[in-house]
């Protein structure tokens, strides 16, 4: 991780593992009904983590084998075919997020595009 504020990555570093992997077992716990089949639930899980991970390219190959996966067969069709309500997680992780990171003065900003952000 590169960054100028020295107070990211200390948090960054003081991250308990068991418990960082107890709190995504939770959430994963919460969101596990919103699947029709146990096969997409185990394999959300695995995308989750692949997401999570620290691989330099992010996409259906990679985190397939890095799930042990051969192909990226089941994390497309998890993607693009298989049954689960989408709204139904996101609401439930929108709660999980505001039950545990909440405050009345916070800003959540989700950014996908990794570029270094300027100004405040």
């Given at each position: 991780?590169?960054?100028?504020d020295?107070?990211?990555v200390?948090?960054g ?13 939770d ?33 259906c ?11 990226p ?48």
């Open positions: 991780m590169t960054t100028h020295d107070l990211a200390a948090a570093l003081s991250v308990d593992p068991v418990r960082w992997q107890e709190k995504l077992d959430l994963l716990g919460r969101i596990a009904c919103r699947f029709a089949r146990v096969e997409p639930r185990r394999r959300a899980r695995a995308f989750v983590l692949g997401l999570l991970s620290g691989l330099r390219r992010k996409n190959w990679t985190i397939a084998e890095q799930s042990g996966d051969a192909t067969d089941g994390m497309q069709h998890l993607l693009a075919a298989a049954r689960w309500d989408a709204g139904a997680v996101r609401d439930d992780v929108r709660a999980y997020v505001a039950e545990h990171l909440g405050s009345a003065d916070a800003v959540l900003v989700v950014d996908e595009t990794g570029d270094v952000k300027k100004g405040t």
